[in-house]
C-alpha cells in the first residue's frame, strides 16, 4: 500500500481514553480466568493488538474471529490451524449471529473447556471471569450481546462506543466488556491502513478519497471480479489508475455535482460503506 493512503501523523490516533483501558486492563488482568480476543477475520493480523497481547501474555486465550462470513474461508482456516499449533483457542464467527445464543455460547463453552481443563488440574477453580477485548469495531459488544441472547452491551458500526468496563453476567460466566483500543504507535502502514479499511480508526481524521482509493486498489489486486461484478464495470475500467476507477464508480452510480464533475467524495463513501456492509461479498 502507498504512504499517500493514510497520513502518517493521523495514525497516531491515540485518545486518552484508549490509554485509560490500558491501564485498567493492566490493572483487572489478574482477576481474569480467559480472556476471549475478537479479531476481524478479514484483517487477523492487523486487529492483533500487540499492546493487548502484552498485558494479557499470562491467561488462557480464545481468538474469536468474527466477520467470518466476509472472509476468504481458506484463508480463515489457515489462521485456525496458526493459533490452536500456538495453544490458543480459536473459532470463526459470523457477523451477524444476534440472537442466536446458542449457536455463539455452545462452541464456545467446547473450546473453553480443553483450556480451563489446564487450569483445573492446576488447582484453579471458579473459572468464570472472561475479559472480552479487541480493537475499536471488531464487535465486541455485538458478540456479548449474541452470547447473551439479549442487548446488553452497545453495539454500533463504528469504533469507540463502549467507553468504560461493562460487567455482564450471562449464566455462569462473568464477561468484562473494554473499550476497543488500538496501540500508540503503528510501525506498519499496511496494518493502519487495514484497520482504516474496516473502520477501526474514525475517517475523519483520514482523508476519505485516498482511503477509497487504497481500498479499491487492494480489492482489485485479490478480488478483480468482485469489484466488475458490484460497480457493473468492464476490464478497461477496472484497470484505471485508482482515482479514475473511483470516478468511474461515481459515474455508475450518477453521482454527480454541478457542472457535470463526478463527485468523488460520495463515491469514496459509498465504496467504503459498502465493503464495511459485505455488499462486496
Not at 43 to 62: A, D, F, Q, V
Not at 138 to 159: E, L, M, Q, W, Y
Not at 161 to 184: A, E, H, S
Not at 217 to 244: N, T
Request: hydrophobic content about 40%.
Amino acid at each position: 500500500m502507498s504512504e499517500d493512503i493514510i497520513n502518517r501523523r493521523a495514525i497516531q490516533w491515540f485518545p486518552g481514553h484508549m490509554a485509560k483501558t490500558l491501564r485498567l486492563m493492566e490493572t483487572e488482568i489478574r482477576n481474569v480466568d480467559c480472556v476471549l480476543q475478537i479479531l476481524d477475520a478479514r484483517i487477523p493480523l492487523s486487529s492483533l493488538n500487540p499492546e493487548i497481547e502484552r498485558i494479557t501474555s499470562g491467561k488462557p486465550h480464545l481468538y474469536i474471529m468474527n466477520k467470518a462470513d466476509l472472509a476468504d474461508p481458506d484463508i480463515t482456516a489457515q489462521w485456525l490451524a496458526y493459533f490452536k499449533s500456538a495453544g490458543a483457542g480459536c473459532l470463526p464467527m459470523n457477523s451477524k449471529q444476534s440472537g442466536k445464543a446458542g449457536a455463539v455460547k455452545g462452541p464456545i463453552e467446547k473450546e473453553l473447556s480443553a483450556l480451563m481443563e489446564r487450569r483445573r488440574k492446576k488447582g484453579m477453580i471458579g473459572a468464570r471471569i472472561r475479559m472480552v477485548v479487541g480493537i475499536p469495531n471488531v464487535g465486541k459488544s455485538t458478540f456479548i450481546n449474541s452470547f447473551a441472547g439479549a442487548a446488553r452491551a452497545k453495539a454500533a458500526n463504528k469504533p469507540g462506543v463502549t467507553r468504560g468496563k461493562q460487567w455482564i453476567t450471562v449464566d455462569d460466566y462473568d464477561l468484562m466488556d473494554m473499550p476497543g483500543v488500538l496501540w500508540k504507535k503503528f510501525d506498519s502502514l499496511e496494518t493502519a491502513t487495514n484497520l482504516a479499511f474496516i473502520g477501526s480508526i474514525k475517517d475523519d481524521i483520514l482523508d476519505i478519497e485516498e482511503l477509497a482509493c487504497g481500498l479499491l486498489s487492494g480489492v482489485r489486486a485479490i478480488y478483480p471480479q468482485r469489484l466488475m461484478e458490484r460497480y457493473k464495470l468492464d476490464e478497461q475500467a477496472l484497470a484505471l489508475p485508482p482515482y479514475d476507477l473511483l470516478q468511474a464508480i461515481g459515474a455508475k452510480r450518477g453521482m454527480l455535482i454541478s457542472g457535470g464533475e463526478i463527485d468523488t467524495e460520495r463515491a469514496s463513501i459509498a465504496v467504503l460503506d459498502e465493503f464495511r456492509g459485505a455488499k462486496m461479498g
